[in-house]
């Protein structure tokens, strides 16, 4: 083990490396419409953190200037969204979607993902997800230290595989074939280690 | 895929389901220490998300009145505090952490996890873990929607292997032998996918 000296990078650089330093990121398709311009948009986000169970809330951050602009100005347009975790059968095509596309050509087209829509809400998911959420837009605020947008949003339906879910309430998210991402672009599987039990001074964790 | 009704969940198994929902989390220690209580805390914590690599800024989510208030007391305390991956060697030491000591019990102790101090700095590492960072705290917020606060920190010093280290600044944490959780108690390990090249519209992805 080194230290790395990071400030001598180039930007590119060093924007990988920094990247990769929070740990592995979820991988999550967000689909959006847009009423005015008649059109949908889906982009992969790497940002999605769960920030509470009651109210049910994630959290997600968006770059200034980004290639999510489409993504942020139609959740802003229209208050709902879609999320789609992103499994090992599409990441391809989920990584696509990061490509900066003009407004009238929509991702779905674009790298074969499928449209589908659920229970009249208004933004498509994606078909080829196992797990998916409709979500709602609940605030929004500029994070001033560098620009980044929070997105903050409540979590209204949850589409999963019921062979996935545990009567405790957990979803074992490697069953669904959910992958996770590190970096801007390295994509993995995942590998059941054990689930722990609730941890107690007194004891040891157990295997459950 | 089904419709998962979790607005009749009870609270405990709702919040273990919608913890899932994000997807993949990265796993962290964080290592603070207290000056005017002469003790160290260890505490692991699964929220935390890259924010920004200009500055090279991190965010991460602390729970209102959660085990965590040492972690989060000790780090406006002294301004600063370590981050240290999670790997498959140590995550049931790591998971321990989670267990409510009493304040003058340092989970560094109560795990056998061990305390390294590196270059002056003046929170303690974890020597087991492979991916180290040193981290100044800049800021933090009430999020008045669910009474969450927001950490905002950045990275002083990276220590990892050099042989997990690409030349384009992309960090192997699979080689690392960092893993990933899900929800509140569930650890994976993970394999490599692929990387996949810079996206744009005109090309597929290429496998680099």
């Not at 802003?76 to 059968?89: I, K, M, R, S």
């Not at 001033?144 to 405790?168: F, H």
């Not at 959910?178 to 994509?187: A, H, Q, R």
């Amino acid at each position: 083990m080194e230290k790395i000296e990071f400030e001598k990078m180039d930007q590119r650089t060093r924007a990988c490396f920094i990247n990769c330093l929070s740990g592995f990121k979820s991988a999550n398709l967000i689909g959006t419409r847009s009423n005015k311009f008649q059109t949908t948009n889906l982009s992969i986000i790497s940002s999605c953190f769960h920030l509470g169970a009651q109210p049910a809330l994630m959290g997600m951050i968006f770059r200034p200037h980004s290639t999510d602009r489409h993504t942020l100005e139609y959740i802003l347009e229209t208050g709902y969204f879609t999320l789609n975790h992103v499994t090992a059968e599409i990441f391809e095509a989920a990584h696509q979607t990061s490509a900066r596309y003009p407004r009238e050509v929509s991702e779905f087209q674009a790298t074969g993902l499928n449209e589908e829509y659920r229970d009249g809400f208004l933004a498509p998911f994606v078909r080829e997800s196992k797990i998916s959420l409709a979500m709602k837009f609940r605030e929004h605020q500029l994070l001033t230290i560098n620009q980044t947008e929070l997105v903050i949003a409540e979590i209204q339906s949850v589409y999963a595989p019921t062979e996935c879910l545990s009567e405790d309430g957990s979803l074992d998210l490697s069953k669904a074939n959910s992958i996770c991402v590190s970096g801007l672009d390295s994509y993995f599987e995942t590998k059941p280690l054990a689930r722990l039990s609730y941890a107690k001074p007194e004891s040891k964790p157990k295997r459950i």
